[in-house]
Every structure is written in C-alpha cells, then in structure tokens.
C-alpha cells in the first residue's frame, strides 16, 4: 500500500507491505465497530451481582443485532420477491426492537407454536387432551389459514364481488351505542355492518368521509384473513393477538388470495 504525506518538496511517499492478518483487520474492522454500536443501542441490560448475566445479555444483543440484520436483508428483495419492502417503509433498528418486545410479551406458551413450548409449566398444568398440538411453522400474521372453502364461504356472506352486493351492505350499516374495535383498523367505532353478523367497522375517519377504506377492505376478497374476527375465525387465534396488518401482509394476502383463485379456475 503507498502511502504520502506533504506538498511539494516537503512530499514524501513510503510503501507499506500488506500481510493477510493486516488486510483482513482493515477490511472487517469497521464492521465490527458497527456491530459493537448497535449492542449499545439495543439497551439489553439491567443490574446485577450475577456476574455471568453480562455474556448472556450481551449473547442476546447479538441476536437482536443478527435477526435486524436478517430483516434487512429479506427487505431487499433478493431472496424472495413478494418480500420487498420500499426502503421508505422499513423498520428501524429502534422500531424493530419495540415490535420484537411487543411480540415476546404477547406471546402465549399454550398457542405451542415453537419447539420447547410444552415444556413450560403453563402447558404442562394443562390436561394433555386440552393443550395444543406442535404447530409445523412458526406464528405468522400472514394468510397461511386461507383456503379455498374458506374463501368460498365467506363469499357466500361477507365478500361483495358486485357493486350490487356492497350496496345491500352498505344499506344495512347502522350506529350502535357502544364503541368497539374495528375490523380493519383497529381503532374505535360505532358502525356496524348489519349483513356481517353486525361487525363493527370504520365509515367515517375524524367525522368526514376519506374515502371508507375499512368498510370497502371488510368486503373485499383481497382482505380476507386479514380482519380481527379472521384471527380466530380463520387463523384459529386469539382476538387479542391481532393488529392491523401492514402494506406487506396486505399485499402477500392479495396475492395468495389471487393464487387461491387461478388455482380454483384451472380446476373447473
């Protein structure tokens, strides 16, 4: 590597000889400086006399670090398609630590979705013919639950697939006394939808008309799996565990359900 210093007359250049050690140490060093900070800002820590929490809490930090890392990295693109995410719309590392702690802590054992959860005492208190059996997969808040009957059935009921459809359920959309949580959305409302066993969706955001998203997303096929009933009707979950799905739920889902659709035509 040449080096130089000063101008003119005053300028000298030297030659240092790379070794791989050397090479190798100038090539990785800067990311572990960015690895070390970002442990720092994970914030994994707390007090204690236990002198052997230090390695684990650092060891957790790493895998926090690692699984932001993997998140990126399935947002390019590169891997799979479907999961690109615009680089406007993507997590921070700050945002993807509050999501990763809000699903740790919602997370319930007895749902016995990952390998050790039935050797939690919360599960092992349960008689054996009420506890769940090994999910094959990992929770998800994608449509993995929608299938072909199901997507039938609910057009027979809820999904509008005519203008004429959506209006008899627009007709039949009333004002109850009692707020409840939207479908869609999530936030309060006092509409109901008199043809969807009076499910509570949002018409009006802030009193003015935006446009009605959520009541046009409740009765579209696109949509389907995605709503708070859909958890538990579909999914086989908890209400308590749904939040509103994201633009790259939604579009995974409006995916499978076109999938589920082709499917189904080149059948007949």
Known sequence: ????????????????????????????????????????????RFISWKYWHAPYLHCMAMVVVAAYDMYMECCEGKLDAEWYVPEGQRMDFRKFRLLLSEQMLEYDPTDNEYPGDDKFRVVTQQPKKRRKPQSTGAASVSSDGVT???LNAAKSRRICTTI??????CRSMFIARNPKTCEVCGKNTLWRCGLCDN????VLQKKTWQGGSCICRLHNE??????RSDKEDVHNGKKGQWRPPSTTD??????????????????L
């Open 250 to 267: 939604i579009r995974r889902n409006k995916n499978l359900i076109r999938n589920i659709n082709e499917v189904g035509q080149e059948s």
């Open 222 to 227: 696109s949509f389907f799996g995605l709503t």
């Open 1 to 44: 590597t040449q080096k130089s210093r000063g101008r003119g007359e005053m300028k000298r250049v030297w030659g240092i000889e790379q070794n791989e050690a050397r090479q190798t140490y100038l090539s990785f060093y800067w990311a572990v400086d960015n690895l070390d900070h970002m442990i720092q800002e994970a914030r994994i």
């Open 148 to 150: 072909a009957e199901s």
């Open 199 to 202: 499910k509570p969706v949002c």
């Open 164 to 169: 004429d459809k959506f209006e008899t359920h």
